[in-house]
Nanobody
Framework: QVQLVESGGGLVQAGGSLRLRCVAS????????IGWFRQAPGKEREFVAA????????SYADSVKDRFTISRDNVENTVYLQMTSLKSEDTAIYYC???????????????????WGQGTQVTVSS
């Protein structure tokens, strides 16, 4: 089983930036894609971004494309989500997730992920 710990959330004004961090332990981190998802109050959890095991391939939700950047450091077992030009609708709890199987392509399907962190709250004030 893998453990995931998110950090970096907080309160920011609209137009501002935050960098989220997800640290993983328990599996060979460099063999797996990692995804970021979010859940806003009263809404279902949704895909945000994902990154392939090597860091070359990425995938983004249309709502965050060109504003968010996902990256990873396989030496530090860490995935980052750099968020810029934040909007009030980005307010949510952000979760990182680890898939069942190694390698593969970055997935936006929640069913492909079996381990989830506790989440970090991002609040964007308008």
């Amino acid at each position: 089983q893998v453990q995931l710990v998110e950090s970096g959330g907080g309160l920011v004004q609209a137009g501002g930036s935050l960098r989220l961090r997800c640290v993983a332990s328990g599996r060979t981190f460099s063999l797996y894609t990692i995804g970021w998802f979010r859940q806003a109050p009263g809404k279902e959890r949704e895909f945000v971004a994902a990154i392939g095991w090597s860091g070359v391939t990425t995938s983004y939700a249309d709502s965050v494309k060109d504003r968010f950047t996902i990256s990873r450091d396989n030496v530090e077992n860490t995935v980052y989500l750099q968020m810029t030009s934040l909007k009030s609708e980005d307010t949510a709890i952000y979760y990182c997730a680890h898939p069942y199987t190694p390698f593969g392509v970055p997935s936006s399907r929640q069913d492909d992920f079996d381990s989830w962190g506790q989440g970090t709250q991002v609040t964007v004030s308008s």
